[in-house]
């Protein structure tokens, strides 16, 4: 078995690595340019122009952009585990430079439908590449080596949604921005294809292929239930959902807070955005260190609890700053927002909450992965897509809801992040020490939880 305090980044130059690293990163680049350059034209454009509720949009979005996730990544894995991953992330890649040429010609016409339609359509690409990039990793990697590998994707992949949300928010603001994403997008698409044809051979691991079922609504039943039966997987599912909860409602509201809660503009934004996804790299890339190579849930469970503090430590934050004075009528950029009290503070919380997210995360993929059995890790991932993208939606549905009661988007932060208590007792309920595993096993969050 590899060394796992060896340095991760050695597997930066191994083949069976770098390929998928490359275009998962790209991939994941790509959709935030076209998806963060939408909604940043919805938050600072077409919002004061038309009177739309840029939050509202905002969650719609976010929730447009996975529900493909929920409908198509079980059949995309009952397809994976029956064919070569690799072949078919070839395929894959190629249908997304497609998908770019037609998202350039929507950014052009700036028709809404036809954005959120092509939104949807983006969000089906990845829901089909999602089963392999995960599936594939346990065929690439040795066992000691599953937690960097994934703490390197999920490192990577928070770092290219950092730079697509920069790129997507400041080029659609400018004067050539349109055409700039526009080419931009199917580069990189290109590229993404290109690193894709160096990927290794992943052949299927099971003595005959599942059958494929394309009604999507009954396989979405037969790969939950299927994977319901495999405890120890689903129980990481579980978890790994309730992060992305938490992860949807931050990305798709951190644009309206900016705006209204702190009365900052774009420029702003993108610095929280910066923060949170930095964050989640930091603790991600940490993880290889810190765990030795081991997915350690009961660790899981104490970020999960420093998520839910520096949830609630935001929204305090958040008030003295408003408290110390009041926000001034025309947005603040980054200079007079930094003058202003509890300005640092917040963005350490972002940070803080952001680093124990990628804490979190990682040692819960790499569980689900080696959980899994060998020949239906493509239905297992896609069962993990299908409750990531169900819990997903429903943070946007009861962010919009929130929002429409009322609620401001500090306060909202702060409620879905205490759900982080209770996700840190049944995350640790199968760990065989510590406090939080048996706290978690007293309230019927172990074996019988």
Avoid at 163 to 176: T, Y
Wanted: charged share 10%; glycine share 10%; with cysteine.
């Amino acid at each position: 078995m590899t060394d796992p305090t060896s340095s991760p980044l050695r597997l930066l130059g191994e083949r069976r690595f770098w390929p998928l690293f490359g275009a998962q990163a790209l991939g994941a680049f790509n959709d935030q340019v076209f998806k963060t350059g939408f909604v940043s034209l919805i938050t600072f454009r077409l919002a004061d122009l038309h009177g739309l509720n840029a939050g509202f949009h905002n969650a719609f979005a976010a929730g447009l952009f996975i529900l493909p996730f929920a409908l198509f990544a079980p059949t995309a894995g009952q397809i994976a585990d029956g064919m070569d991953k690799g072949l078919m992330m070839k395929r894959v890649k190629a249908a997304e430079i497609v998908l770019m040429l037609l998202a350039a010609l929507a950014y052009h016409l700036q028709n809404l439908t036809l954005l959120y339609g092509l939104l949807f359509l983006m969000g089906a690409q990845s829901a089909v590449f999602s089963p392999i990039k995960y599936g594939i990793l346990p065929q690439y990697l040795k066992p000691g080596e599953l937690v960097a590998g994934n703490g390197l994707i999920q490192a990577a992949t928070f770092l290219a949604i950092l730079f697509g949300q920069i790129a997507g928010a400041k080029l659609v603001l400018s004067e050539a921005g349109v055409t700039i994403i526009s080419v931009l997008v199917v580069l990189v698409a290109v590229a993404g294809w290109l690193f894709s044809l160096k990927t290794p051979p992943a052949p299927p691991l099971g003595a005959s292929p599942p059958r494929v079922d394309w009604v999507f609504p009954r396989a979405v039943w037969s790969v939950i239930r299927e994977t319901r039966r495999n405890r120890p997987a689903f129980k990481a599912i579980l978890n790994i959902a309730w992060f992305w909860f938490l992860g949807a409602t931050y990305m798709a509201l951190v644009l309206p807070f900016a705006k209204e809660s702190l009365g900052a503009d774009e420029n702003v934004s993108v610095i929280l955005l910066a923060a949170f996804s930095i964050g989640v790299a930091l603790g991600s890339a940490a993880c290889a260190r810190l765990y030795k190579g081991e997915a350690r849930v009961d660790l899981a469970g104490w970020a999960a609890v420093g998520m839910a503090v520096l949830a609630i430590l935001l929204f305090f934050a958040t008030k003295a700053y408003q408290a110390a004075a009041p926000l001034p009528e025309a947005l603040m950029g980054p200079a007079a927002f930094w003058t202003r009290a509890w300005a640092w503070a917040i963005l350490l919380c972002f940070v803080g909450l952001a680093a124990a997210a990628g804490l979190y995360i990682t040692p819960l993929n790499a569980r689900m992965q080696t959980a899994a059995e060998p020949e239906a890790r493509g239905r297992v991932v896609a069962a993990s897509n299908v409750l990531d993208s169900l819990l997903m939606v429903l943070s946007s549905v009861a962010a919009m809801g929130l929002i429409a009661a009322g609620l401001s988007h500090e306060a909202i932060f702060a409620l879905v992040g205490a759900t982080g208590f209770l996700a840190a007792l049944w995350a640790a309920a199968d760990a065989p020490q510590g406090i939080l595993g048996r706290i978690g096993r007293a309230v019927g969050f172990g074996e019988r939880g």
